[in-house]
């Protein structure tokens, strides 16, 4: 009981970051992010409570299953939870203070143009693009349309003409290599981190089987080295200069050597 609540805790930890990231589909819930991630912090301490409850009452048992209900490491998990939900809490209530002025806007193709500004002055300094629409503008500091295509975006509004773009969601064909491989990477990153959080409550399990005991850190390994060096990829493929190539070749190295490694675990654990 005391791993399965662990491993729940774990996951619902990696689902908040994928939230976060967007790792997810859809427009509407990134509205609603700062509600969901106070929620799974809730969830995450309740379910860390209850585990050193069971510490209380049956530590000793504990201790000689899973290293992570040694004192330390409890002690531990509840900093780093604390410290999301006051991450979160922050996050919230500076949300709601603004919850009014969150909208979603939906632009097709053809409603609206994107413009470079000509100037920047008050508090929006670091505007890159405009988007200018029928009887209102869109301001971009951070993410903005790749091109003039449909597109959904969640806008914070500034006054009556003018909002500021928080995140958006472009219509892309799916059936495109590029978009396709995109989508896939989001979703494999997803799958590859929930697998590096089971098996690091597998790792940290008491085990006499030492072969069975290789295998849950051999798998931890590679699994979590293929997932950094694809959020690697992610996360420079749409950088520019000389250092975009390095971390580029850097990660596609990893890449290959963890899912080597990985085929190589999984096939000498069979045989």
């Not at 908040?16 to 859809?26: K, R, S, T, V, Y």
């Not at 971009?140 to 928080?166: A, H, W």
């Amino acid at each position: 009981m005391f791993e399965v609540l662990l491993f729940i805790s774990f996951e619902i930890l990696v689902s908040m970051f994928a939230m976060l990231f967007e790792l997810f589909p859809g427009t509407k819930y990134k509205i609603y992010k700062h509600v969901i991630q106070l929620y799974m912090n809730i969830a995450m301490l309740v379910l860390l409570g209850i585990d050193a409850l069971m510490c209380v009452f049956d530590g000793e048992n504990l201790r000689n299953i899973n290293i992570f209900a040694e004192k330390e490491m409890l002690e531990l998990m509840a900093f780093l939870y604390g410290l999301f939900m006051f991450c979160s809490i922050y996050k919230y209530v500076d949300m709601k203070k603004n919850s009014g002025q969150i909208e979603i806007i939906e632009l097709k193709a053809g409603q609206y143009h994107i413009e470079r500004p000509i100037e920047s002055t008050g508090k929006h300094l670091s505007v890159k693009r405009l988007a200018i629409c029928d009887g209102f503008t869109i301001i971009f500091s951070s993410v903005m349309p790749s091109g003039d295509g449909d597109v959904r975006l969640v806008c914070k509004r500034i006054d009556d003409t003018n909002y500021e773009c928080l995140t958006m969601e472009e219509d892309v064909d799916f059936l495109e290599p590029a978009a396709f491989i995109a989508k896939i990477g989001s979703y494999l990153l997803y799958i590859l981190y929930s697998l590096t959080a089971a098996f690091i409550v597998l790792t940290c399990h008491y085990t006499n089987d030492v072969e069975l005991s290789t295998f849950y850190s051999d798998m931890l390994g590679s699994v979590f080295i293929l997932a950094f060096g694809i959020s690697l990829i992610k996360l420079f493929k749409g950088t520019k200069g000389c250092s975009k190539f390095f971390f580029l070749i850097f990660a596609g190295l990893m890449v290959f050597l963890a899912s080597f490694k990985l085929l190589n675990t999984i096939v000498m654990f069979l045989v």
